[in-house]
Structure formats: structure tokens, C-alpha cells
């Protein structure tokens, strides 16, 4: 009993991280309607981001975050500048089909990129209190990823006030409902794509570091981040960057309960199941509009 | 204002051919609405209203000829850009946020850098105009009725503090009372110096309220006259206002 709670508290755990890679995506297929199957191998980056700034300048694996965010805004400008602004010149359908070309290749470059500069193997980052573990009753919870959950929650948070508070913000949400609409309020549409496909972008870089830190990361990592980014998409729908953290979370559970239910080899294909059953079932998510 | 020629309309349209892919919407048409007149854009569905409307607004590409506001070319302007030119257009269907609030859609409004100075008085004017606005400003959008949604929809173009409002059909599928309420509230905005170039199926009203009137079939103008005279003319009174209109 207590192992099976030992085991869904670690999914909790990591369904933080599985809930922030997915608000990435969530908001620039919500806003843009242009699915990016690479954004895994940009939480690939961003892990590697992490790791080289811990490996030159010796920080403290955390506060790479504060430059990892920033790094990956800027390279989501790039990207949406040299690939996928173009996109959106096309109707909504033909979008997500040229989205998903360049997405896939954006994917290829990179995982050969990073196998060229950083060598196929796993790496990941010491943190001077890795060892760390708070115990609850019989539950032992490692402090490295209890505060990668934490930092993953503030996150989605922050990105809920911007789009809830900030002009632009709401701009952005105004161009997902109905960019027609926001035109004729004046909002520069490319502009609001842009900016979501760069906080996308930027999301992904601080999910890749807090994978980096609490678990590891590897040139191949990226396609199951995508496809745990996509589950968690349709498991919490469009619209809510809190009902996306919550996915997240349910998701890590489910894999936990699943591998503890049928053992290890079922912890992926319950993701599937939910994908699956959502889609028939309740096609806009748990929390979508 | 400085410098705007005296007499020179508002907006100027001239042979606008626009095809939503082979088909051909609009055939050379050409209308003017001058500054703080109130014009009527009459036809039958499928005649090009809406087209002719979006088409200014920039949410269309025309084929060929001009749209001209206050004297200068739109052709190349960017739609976002024509808000801020001080051209709104209330959308056919109203298009509103409907997961914000009332509140919010009207902020939305008063995006563009000409409203942003003025976005508090705006908004006080648009609760002015509709005070039901003011009650309900932190409902959400989809909550209201068809007629309450019109009204936040006439208000967020408002708030773009626009010199010409377009309007789509702003009276479909709400409650009669409501329309009337619309249509009066359009004639306020209207004193107040904003031209009004308005779409509307209730031709009666539309004409009655309009200093002139456009009739546009098959995508061409096939008459125009102040709104007075088109009331009275026989082919607007068949198409438009039923056989008993039509007096022998």
C-alpha cells in the first residue's frame, strides 16, 4: 500500500513537469492553430541549455532557469520568425498540415544537432541538496523534484495572470477565440502569433531544465515529451493554462497507477488509453471550451 | 482634421471587384459615405453586403479598384491598421470573445493606440448608450442574450473611437425591442459626429433612420438615393418590402 502511494506521488511529481511542457503547446496551437510536433525537441534544448550553463559558469542548477527563459523566448522569436510565421498565412487547415512538415523536420535538425554537439548519452545535473528527501509518514518525497513541481505551478501561473491581466495577454487570448474578430480591434494578429509562440517556446526551455534536474536528458528525449505534451493537450483541452498543469497531474498519476496496476511496461500505454478515450468521449478535454 | 478637404466624403469606394475564389462577389462597385452622414447598404442575402463591408475593413483582398479613406488609399493598409485610420466594423454574427467578460470585450475595443488615451470616457459613453452594459460588465459574453451581445458588440466598435462605423446586420435574430433600442442608440452615436455605413434587412428602419441608401444586387449598386426616396421607389418597395407595400 504504501509503495503504490510511494509510487503515485512520484507521478504527481512528475505530471508538474508533464503540465508545464503541455502549456507550451497548449498556447501556441490555441492561439495559432499550428501544432508544433518539435516542441519536445525544444524542451530537449532547453535541458541542454541548463546543463551547459551549470557545466561552464558553475550555477546553481535552478537559477539557470533565469537564463534558459530568456535564451528560449529569443529562440522562439527566431523560429517563428524564419519558420513558422509563415505559416499562418495559410487557412486553418492547411496550417496544421505545413506546421506539422516543418515541425517534423525542425525535429530532425535538432535531435542531429544535439547528437553532434552533446553525444547521444543521458546527462543531467547535479544539485549540491540532490539528495535531499522530505519523508511524510511512510512517503518519501525528493526536495529536487518537489521543487521543480513548485517551479513548474508558478510558472503556469505566471503565463495565467499574463493572459488574464496583461494587454497583450489578452490580445493573445482575443486572437485564439476569433482572430478575425481581434483584427477589428486593432490587434496586430502577427504580433499576438508571435508573442505566443515565443512564451510557448520559452515554456518548453524551462520545462527542458527542470526534466534536466530532477530526472535526465538525452538528444532523444524529444518525440515522447511531444507526445506527452499532445496527451496532456487533449486530456485538458484548449483555453485553461491551469486545467493544462491540472492534466499534467493527471497524467503522471494515471502512469504511476497504471505501472503499479500492470507493471512498468503499461506506464506508457495508459497515456494512449486517456488520448483515446478523451477524443471519443469528450473531445474538447476536461477543461476546455 | 487639419487640412481635410471640406466636402470630400469619408470613405470612398470606387470599382471594387472582389471574388471569394472563382466567384465573382462584387462587380465595380462604388458608394461613398461623407463625414457624419448615416448611409444604408440595402440587397437581398448573397448581393455582397457583407462582402463590401469586410472588404473595407481589410478583412478582404479586392481584385481591383480603390477604398479611400479620408483621402488616403486602404489597399495596402493592414486591417489592424484600419481600426486605427478610425474605420470600426461591427461584424455580421457580432464575432465577440465569448469566453471574456463584457468588460474585457469592450478594453478589446479600445486596443488600437488612437483609443487608448481615451478608453475610460469611451467606456462611460457605451454604458451611457447601454446601461444594461454597465449592470452586467462582469458577465461573461456567452451568458447574454442576442440582444445584450449586439450591444456589447456595437460598444467594443465604439471604443475603437471610430469616425466611420460600419455595422453588419446588427439587427439579426435579436428581440424587436432590442433592435429598436440599437437603431436609436446608432442615431446618438451618429450626433455625435460618426459617420454610420449600415448593413440592415429591416429596410424600413434602416431607411428611416438613413440620410441615404445604396441598393446592392448581385454584387452592383442598381439604385441609390437619399432614404426618403428610396421608400418610395417601386422596385425597393417589391424586393424589399413585400408585395402589400407596394400601393397601386
Known amino acids: 500500500m504504501s509503495i503504490l502511494a510511494q509510487q503515485l506521488v512520484l507521478g504527481l511529481l512528475i505530471g508538474g513537469l508533464y503540465g508545464l511542457a503541455a502549456s507550451g503547446l497548449s498556447l501556441i496551437f490555441g492561439v495559432m492553430k499550428v501544432l508544433n510536433v518539435a516542441h519536445g525537441e525544444l524542451i530537449m534544448l532547453g535541458g541542454y541549455g541548463a546543463f551547459w550553463l551549470v557545466a561552464l559558469l558553475g550555477l546553481d542548477p535552478f537559477l539557470t532557469l533565469a537564463l534558459v527563459i530568456p535564451g528560449a523566448l529569443l529562440l522562439g522569436v527566431g523560429l517563428y520568425w524564419g519558420l513558422f510565421g509563415f505559416v499562418v498565412r495559410a487557412d486553418e487547415e492547411t496550417r496544421v498540415k505545413n506546421s506539422l512538415l516543418i515541425g517534423f523536420g525542425l525535429a530532425l535538425a535538432l535531435h542531429a544537432l544535439a547528437v553532434r554537439l552533446w553525444t547521444a548519452d543521458e546527462r543531467s545535473v547535479p544539485t549540491p541538496y540532490g539528495g535531499a528527501v522530505f519523508t511524510v509518514g511512510p512517503l518519501s518525497i525528493p526536495a529536487v523534484r518537489l521543487l521543480s513541481l513548485a517551479i513548474a505551478f508558478a510558472l503556469i501561473l505566471t503565463l495565467q495572470l499574463l493572459l488574464t491581466r496583461w494587454r497583450w495577454g489578452k490580445a493573445i487570448r482575443a486572437t485564439a477565440e476569433d482572430w478575425q474578430a481581434a483584427l477589428l480591434t486593432g490587434i496586430d494578429v502577427r504580433r499576438a502569433y508571435l508573442l505566443a509562440f515565443a512564451m510557448g517556446t520559452a515554456l518548453a526551455g524551462a520545462a527542458g531544465t527542470l526534466v534536466t534536474i530532477g530526472y535526465s536528458v538525452s538528444p532523444s528525449i524529444g518525440l515522447e515529451w511531444t507526445l506527452k505534451a499532445l496527451i496532456v493537450v487533449v486530456l485538458a483541452g484548449l483555453g485553461s493554462m491551469l486545467g493544462t498543469f491540472v492534466g499534467g497531474l493527471v497524467l503522471g498519476v494515471a502512469e504511476a497507477a497504471s505501472a503499479a496496476a500492470f507493471g512498468g511496461p503499461y506506464r506508457e500505454v495508459i497515456g494512449l488509453v486517456i488520448f483515446v478515450v478523451v477524443l471519443v468521449v469528450r473531445p474538447r478535454g476536461l477543461f476546455g471550451r | ?248
Open chain 2, 1 to 248: 482634421m487639419v487640412g481635410r478637404e471640406v466636402g470630400r466624403p469619408l470613405l470612398e469606394v470606387g470599382g471594387l471587384e472582389v471574388a471569394h475564389g472563382d466567384v465573382r462577389a462584387l462587380g465595380g462597385v462604388s458608394v461613398f459615405v461623407g463625414a457624419g452622414e448615416i448611409v444604408a447598404l440595402l440587397g437581398p442575402n448573397g448581393a455582397g453586403k457583407s462582402t463590401l463591408l469586410n472588404s473595407v475593413a481589410g478583412l478582404l483582398r479586392p481584385r481591383a479598384g480603390t477604398i479611400r479613406f479620408d483621402g488616403e488609399d486602404l489597399g495596402h493598409v493592414h486591417a489592424h491598421q484600419i481600426v486605427e485610420r478610425g474605420l470600426a466594423l461591427v461584424p455580421e454574427g457580432r464575432r465577440l470573445f465569448g469566453g471574456m467578460t463584457v468588460e474585457d470585450n469592450l478594453e478589446l475595443g479600445a486596443f488600437a493606440e488612437r483609443a487608448r488615451a481615451g478608453r475610460r470616457a469611451s467606456l462611460e459613453r457605451v454604458f451611457a448608450l447601454f446601461p444594461v452594459l454597465a449592470e452586467r460588465r462582469r458577465v461573461t459574453v456567452s451568458a447574454l442574450s442576442g440582444g445584450q451581445q449586439q450591444m456589447v458588440a456595437v460598444g467594443r466598435a465604439l471604443m475603437t473611437n471610430p469616425r466611420l462605423l460600419m455595422l453588419d446586420e446588427p439587427s439579426l435574430g435579436i428581440a424587436p425591442q432590442l433592435v429598436t433600442a440599437i437603431l436609436a442608440a446608432l442615431v446618438a452615436i451618429n450626433r455625435t459626429g460618426v459617420g454610420i455605413f449600415l448593413v440592415e434587412q429591416n429596410v424600413h428602419a434602416a431607411l428611416g433612420l438613413a440620410h441615404r441608401g445604396y441598393v446592392l444586387e448581385n454584387g452592383r449598386i442598381v439604385g441609390e438615393g437619399t432614404g426618403a426616396a428610396l421608400l418610395r421607389d417601386d422596385h425597393v418597395r417589391r424586393a424589399y418590402l413585400g408585395p402589400l407595400a407596394v400601393r397601386p
